[in-house]
């Protein structure tokens, strides 16, 4: 319901610019968005003009007019007093952290604003290990290990990067601080994509594969639920220099989940 007042409220006000702009519109349309029960109540406020393209409205009651402005939120807790808070971004964004600083696979957060981000957390150093899902990446150590990076498991920091929410804008200062960003993601549409997000805006990205891509060959078994998603992947992975993600796509018909890479992992 929200949404759909979210629209209304944007419609409606475009509406009432055009009429001030003396442009046409289409009448019935505004006259189902004003809040009027009686049918005929804004001949009261206009008068109307058939043209080609609509009708022109001429403003009678400039009170009543400026009136049926619907308020314009300013960020989204007031925007959801006027039941459309998804127009507007979150202030807030946050990382969970894990490195060898870490007790007992506790992570800690970074919370990020528009000011910047703080922490109570402290970091290793100028690299960082981006983990696109929860499991490898609270199994890091033993994730990094089968890929043949175990090097990484000091050197880093662990970032989880929970999908695509690590390309919200407000984590931009705070990942802006690695020299490396070493990004693990599934071999399919969707992590190739938040991939090639974090490489335009983040040029230090790399992509993180295993040392033996064969030796994993057999977990290419995720089925694409449409066929044109299989062929947007690997023109995707191709374009991003990945041709031996691109080759085993290709040659299985299928996508990779990160967590085949751990040890002991079955599918349900």
Known sequence: MSDVVGVQRVKLNKYLEKIEQNKPINLDRFIELLPYSELYEWR????????????????????????????????????????????????????????????????????????????????????????????????????????????LIESGDILFGSGNQICHHLNHSFLTQYSVLYCAQDVELGGLTIYKTLKKSLPQSQWLAPVDWLKFKSGFCLKPKKAENLTKAIALARELDLHIEADLMNQTRAFFEQEAFLPNYQQD
């Open 44 to 151: 009261k406020i206009y008068s109307a003009v058939r043209v080609r393209d609509g009708h022109l409205l001429s403003i009678e009651d400039m009170g009543r007019h400026k009136s049926h402005y619907i308020e314009e939120a300013l960020d989204r807790p007031n925007s959801a007093l006027l039941g459309c808070s998804h127009d507007f971004a979150s202030s807030f964004s946050h990382i969970l952290v894990l490195n060898r600083y870490s007790h007992q696979r506790i992570p800690f957060a970074v919370v990020s604003t528009s000011d910047g981000f703080v922490t109570a957390g402290q970091f290793v150093g100028k690299k960082a290990v981006l983990i696109e899902n929860i499991e490898n990446f609270y199994r890091y150590k033993e994730f990094l290990q089968a890929i043949g990076h175990s090097e």
